[in-house]
Nanobody, 113 residues
Framework: HLVESGGGLVQAGGSLRLSCAAS????????MGWYRQAPGKQRELVAS???????NYADSVKGRFTISRDNAKKTVYLEMNSLAPEDTAAYYC?????????WGQGTQVTVSS
């Protein structure tokens, strides 16, 4: 239902942009967001955005990451700047409606020092 793209290997201080497109059969999307999970750690919220455009960020990414969405394309983006090695993780897209909660397959982001 969700197709993610944009992960990869980047040096510290660099930037990446993640994208997540929901399939056409998904309607009435409420919140869209990005989570991440590093090896040996729990999955954590990175950023989320409501249908009205309200955003929420983890303290660790505030000022560096920006979440946005294109409702017409059913796509959510995560612009990541000033990346640091501690941002290395698998990043998962999440899309929620009143009756569903979908997850993407994950895209790896690796930041080298």
């Amino acid at each position: 239902h969700l197709v993610e793209s944009g992960g990869g290997l980047v040096q510290a201080g660099g930037s990446l942009r993640l994208s997540c497109a929901a399939s056409g059969c998904i309607f009435s999307i409420n919140a869209m967001g990005w989570y991440r999970q590093a090896p040996g750690k729990q999955r954590e919220l990175v950023a989320s955005i409501t249908s009205g455009g309200s955003t929420n960020y983890a303290d660790s990414v505030k000022g560096r990451f920006t979440i946005s969405r294109d409702n017409a394309k059913k796509t959510v983006y995560l612009e990541m700047n000033s990346l640091a090695p501690e941002d290395t993780a698998a990043y998962y897209c999440n899309v929620r409606g009143a009756l569903y909660d979908y997850w993407g397959q994950g895209t790896q982001v690796t930041v080298s020092s």
